[in-house]
């Protein structure tokens, strides 16, 4: 699809899926996209367990015959797909359509900022009871869309997971639903690497709604 | 550190990524076209690494390099030693002998080892997460497991081959000898080709993996006192040419189009 195709079907509420890593993702998107990584092992499992049925997806993966192959496998899998972003972000900004960029965190920032900050560790519930950031809700990067998009907060919300992949996807989609939300790049591993402080959970900590 | 080996059996040919888990960063060494970009592009898709350069060891004669189509299509650069910047007919990123290179926490430093061809470099390679020292080096064509890279793939054409089958010989044994057997004795030793190939001798190993150690005691080429000696052993022990290697190093060179190959050989 080219550049001003893709526009059209977002503006008509289809949903690009962004299949680049968190890095580029966060540097630049196209606006409203979902982070959501590509692999071919695991892709058709993630997307069962975690993205809408209802909704129409575009690719967007770079170079293009990644993309190529992700529509096959979520097509597969029976996810409407219209198609792939032609060239990329490249084409994209040629084209003279505007990006958004996912605020960017490191650990010793969230370190210094504890406080200003509520963290949403979006790991499975027993990778959170193992070890997590103190003070931080557990939100698993399987819950519905809708409930993600429902955490109620004062603060900017700060995401973790083990790295950045799962927690880049919830921040994604946070984004959609114009919340302040900021990804933690380094996640769990530069957080228990530098030493910082780490709560435990006997149990699953219930993130409030709204 | 990310290092996966892909081999392509026909042409006993090793390609390689070589990535960073916490940069998600990786870069591919002399991808084959038998395997294609895609499958080069798929893997580092998989492993959630973006590609940020493609090398390549040597212009190949053996077999279809996708090196320019792979760094085309990940808009990045192609690498090759200075020297091939008079022999082939494309543009490329041009290193020097003992650059470094940075990927991640992973460390490519360029040694030129001349022989097999006048351009020929390995890679040394050096996980910084876990220590300096080099790990492990990618011969291509240079040292093979149980061999050497045949120093005789010459085309005829003067301006191409640039030295003589003897001086090569010689050459490539100073290069395997004074370069890479001075490398420390755990380095692993990652060749471009394994048994099969008739890039080197009859000695290679079908094993596709050795280290410097066991090369210094074992490789029978190597095994010899003199470059005259090395340069007869090697003769003796040579495979046929491969098969349209002229055509397939004029692809790789960029002086006849990929068509222009496969033409040929009907």
Known sequence: MKPTEVQDAVAKGAVVLDMRPPKPFAKEHVPGAVNFQFNRADLAERAEMSLPQDLTYIVHAEPDPIAKVAIGILSKAGFSVDGYLEGGLKQWKADGLPTEALPLLTVDELKDGLDRYHVVDTRESFEFRFGHVPGSTCLEWTEPWDQMEGLESEKPLALVCGDQVRSAYVASVMQRAKMDAALVFGGMVDWLERGYPVEKSPKKAKAPRI | ?266
């Open chain 2, 1 to 266: 550190m990310i290092m996966k080996q892909f081999r392509f059996e026909p042409l006993a040919q090793a390609s390689y990524l070589i990535g960073c888990p916490r940069a998600k960063e990786a870069v591919i060494i002399d991808p084959i076209d038998d395997l294609g970009a895609e499958t080069y592009v798929l893997e580092a898709a998989d492993l959630g690494l973006t590609i940020t350069g493609v090398f390549e060891t040597h212009v190949h004669a053996d077999y279809i390099s996708c090196a320019r189509e792979l760094a085309e299509m990940n808009d990045v650069p192609h690498y090759l030693h200075e020297s091939a910047t008079d022999l082939v007919q494309y543009s490329f990123t041009p290193f020097k002998d003992g650059q470094v290179f940075e990927v991640g926490g992973v460390r490519i430093k360029t040694l030129h080892t001349p022989g097999h061809t006048p351009e020929h470099t390995s890679f040394l390679v050096t996980d910084t997460a876990r220590t300096d020292e080099p790990w492990c080096v990618l011969t291509g064509d240079a040292l093979f497991v149980g061999d050497v890279g045949r120093p005789d793939l010459l085309l005829g054409d003067q301006a191409l081959d640039v030295m003589d089958e003897a001086t090569r010989a010689e050459t490539l044994y100073r290069s395997v000898k004074d370069r890479l057997f001075a490398l420390p004795d755990h380095v692993e030793v990652y060749p471009c080709h394994y048994g099969g190939s008739t890039c080197g001798g009859v000695n290679m190993s079908g094993k596709a993996a050795s280290t410097i150690a066991f090369e210094k005691r074992f490789n029978l080429a190597m095994r010899k006192d003199t470059p005259e000696a090395f340069a007869a052993f090697v003769k003796e022990t040579a495979k046929p040419f491969p098969d349209d290697y002229a055509r397939i190093k004029s692809y790789n060179l960029g002086l006849i189009s990929k068509d222009a190959i496969t033409e040929a050989a009907v």
